[in-house]
């Protein structure tokens, strides 16, 4: 399913980006490719797979890594590349009046 220039600046526009006429080619050429590929997915046959509300199968349980204690950054190696700084905290320029 090719999706066409205006299209895609309509989707450009609801996401509230600003492209290039480059990057409308380039997004119409890449989200027509993804539309394919739900086209293609819908030809599949799923009849007798049960429907799904999670990708894990019940009472498969997700692999954690365990917690572990490590050092966290001192200061000075935490600010050590601010290009602004107050004691030990980033000191950030006012925006709220």
Known sequence: MALTLDEVRRVAALAR????EEEERLFAEQLSAIL???RELETLDVTGVPPMTHALAEGEAVALRPDALVPGLSPEEAL???PAREGTCFKVPRIIE
Do not use: T, Y
């Open 17 to 20: 980006l600003k492209l290039s």
């Open 36 to 38: 394919d590929h739900v």
């Open 80 to 82: 050590g590349n601010a």
